[in-house]
């Protein structure tokens, strides 16, 4: 048994933001190589318009590949309604809403108000409850916003409280441009986690100034066990600027495992898979270990 | 007042490795962009043999060239007896010690046994009381050494009982590697706090593995006060293989300031020595900070 659970959103949050579509079958073969290093929980792509997003316009083929790896869970992010429609279509059995802790970045992002996207919200957790589809809800910008600046800790803490009243399954709290502070991770995540009660909270990691592991260590601290990070540090929000940097999954994995904390993922294959996931991108990946010469008894 | 004290150690520990020696004057206009920042407190040099660090053949200049910036404490690293004199010579107020928690890099690093060098540094601090100079005991590798892998951590409690009783003024505790996890962090720092009572302690950070910030994030919770950074996240050690990369001062300092944590220092003119600092090495900067758009409103 593992001590947290990591969700590898490289094939989504870490593609989403390349210029270069990339090809169906190389989505394939990174998910592939993520589930070898046993990463049990992948967000393999989103169901948005691909005039929004390019690179997600094979959703369907992407989730329709991910059906032959058994006993992994693959989740897909949903936007708005439409999205539902096509998950529901392409038979899934996890999808994540994104909602923006500020009404600007949810003008941006998704192009409504923060209410309206909430009533959707509630909409589609009534529906996936008869389809046996287990429904997220992930609130972006929670610490800090491109456009409004820090977000005040109340303003997610009101929506984790209507998340929890209306049924989500988990709910994620993401620092969509690496702007947290370790203080700010602990102090929110710890709240979070007491009004949240029993729903499952993740936390969403941006490595952009380089607190990433600093707040992931952080987030463990006040009791979060769910942790959303991509291989090799790819990614980013392609509506907020500057957001470039996935925390690499790599990096709290070595964290992790160094630290006692179990997270059931083999190393090596991991760095195969964050090789691949760099190899698929235009930027310079983020991650460190990679940078690091091998150095046996230190590994 | 600040909350933290940082010292920066990029003249020092930042240029040591590089192959390319860089001139005295260079040397000391990255000393004055740090000096304008409002750093309080650097480590300027070390005086050791030019033939083992040819980058520090300048260190009485160096040394000399300091004494302009009233105000500010400076620092000489030294490494044997030999230095010490050399020290004594330049007519410094404060220096600082090396001595590795393993035999084996205190071999590779500086010649002798952990208990030779002991003895000497026993003799310097009784020397130094009649100088009126302050000596700093730093112990190299606490958390991980490239030779003998993970070090037990009461080594390193040994040798701070051993440092405070033969007077040191200052204890530091360096992750000269980068290995170090938070939680390793945590739990040394808290025992070393209680040991070394009254002598203040500081830790020496790497960010080779990028958990510099969060190691920086548990010194703090653990109780630390005093920081050794170096501009740019220039650095390494000849004698530690693979460890390339202090972690950098802007980055600390970033995180420091939005954590509510005061530093005193300039930002802005703190990001213009960095630049300066990444312009004299042939490496790849690791400051995070640097690389990030400027966007106003959340810096």
Same sequence: chains 1, 2.
């Avoid at 959103?9 to 270069?20: A, H, I, K, T, Y």
């Avoid at 592939?32 to 929004?52: C, D, G, Q, Y």
């Avoid at 989500?168 to 929110?188: E, F, M, W």
């Avoid at 601290?221 to 980013?236: D, H, M, P």
Wanted: glycine share 6%.
């Amino acid at each position: 048994m593992s001590d947290v659970q990591i969700i590898d959103v490289s094939p989504r949050d870490g593609l989403q933001n390349e210029p270069v579509v990339v090809s169906t079958e190389k989505k394939k073969k990174l998910i592939e190589m993520l589930v070898r290093s046993n990463v049990k929980k992948i967000e393999a792509t989103s169901f948005v318009h691909p005039r929004k997003v390019p690179q997600m316009v094979d959703a369907e083929q992407v989730m329709k590949q991910c059906k032959e790896f058994a006993g992994i869970e693959f989740v897909a992010l949903i936007p708005n309604l439409k999205g539902f429609q096509r998950a529901i279509q392409a038979n899934i059995s996890e999808v994540n809403w994104v909602t923006a802790a500020t009404e600007t970045f949810n003008y941006k992002n998704i192009g409504m108000s923060i209410d309206e996207n909430f009533a959707q919200f509630k909409r589609i957790v009534q529906e996936s409850r008869i389809l046996n589809m287990k429904v997220c809800f992930s609130i972006a910008v929670s610490f800090g916003c491109p456009y409004e600046g820090e977000v005040n800790p109340a303003k997610v803490i009101s929506l984790v409280e209507r998340a929890v009243e209306a049924g989500a399954d988990r709910i994620g709290i993401a620092d969509t441009i690496g702007i947290a502070t370790p203080k700010q991770v602990k102090r929110l995540l710890a709240e979070v986690l007491q009004v949240a009660q029993s729903t499952p909270i993740a936390i969403h990691l941006h490595d952009t100034r380089g607190m990433g592991l600093a707040n992931a260590y952080a987030a463990l601290e006040a009791g979060v066990k769910i942790f959303e990070t991509s291989a090799s540090g790819i990614g980013g929000c392609p509506f907020a600027p500057g957001a470039a940097g996935n925390l690499a999954t790599e990096d709290l994995v070595y964290m992790f495992e160094r630290m006692g904390v179990k997270t059931e993922i083999d190393f090596e294959k991991l760095l195969e898979a964050a090789d691949f996931a760099a190899s698929l991108t235009s930027n310079q990946p983020l991650g460190r270990i990679r940078q690091v010469e091998k150095r046996g008894s230190l590994r």
